[in-house]
């Protein structure tokens, strides 16, 4: 996988796959706000192109600050840490939600880890930023 995330075109491709993902989610909730039946695939395709984005964010993202790797390996090490949380807590909560919506089994246990995960990721994004303005 590491060959695809190195491409230099991967990072822009990621950006135009979320904007389509965001854009197919925001037809499909108006059209469930609007009470239109049969959007459960736009709904669908939506958080789970939104899922997969959030669950490569660590790829998308691999480094914070030039210099970081070789400023302190500590802290790029919290910093690998919190992406790869924060993505997968995301991805969880997004499909959890969109269980929630479905009325699907499972739904609302998804939403509650992932977004209790994601407190957990807020904590060490907290201590990344602290240590580093030391």
């Known amino acids: ?19 389509m993902g ?3 989610l925001l037809v499909a909730l108006v059209l469930k706000l609007a009470g239109v039946h049969y959007n459960d695939a736009l709904l669908t395709v939506g958080f789970g192109t939104l899922a997969i984005v959030a669950f490569l964010l660590d790829k998308i993202f691999p ?6 790797d ?3 390996p500590h802290l790029l090490n919290i910093w690998k840490f919190a992406m790869k949380l924060t993505g997968y807590s995301l991805a969880v909560a997004l499909i959890g939600l969109l269980f929630v919506l479905q009325h699907w089994p499972g739904g ?11 407190l957990v990721c807020m904590g060490s994004w907290l201590y990344f930023v602290m240590q580093r303005n030391k």
């Open 1 to 19: 996988m590491n060959n695809i995330t190195d491409s230099p075109k991967f990072r822009p491709f990621m950006k135009q796959v979320a904007i």
């Open 22 to 24: 965001g854009v197919l």
């Open 63 to 68: 480094t914070p600050i030039k210099g970081l």
């Open 70 to 72: 070789t400023d302190s």
């Open 108 to 118: 609302k246990t998804m939403l509650y880890v992932g977004v209790l995960s994601l």
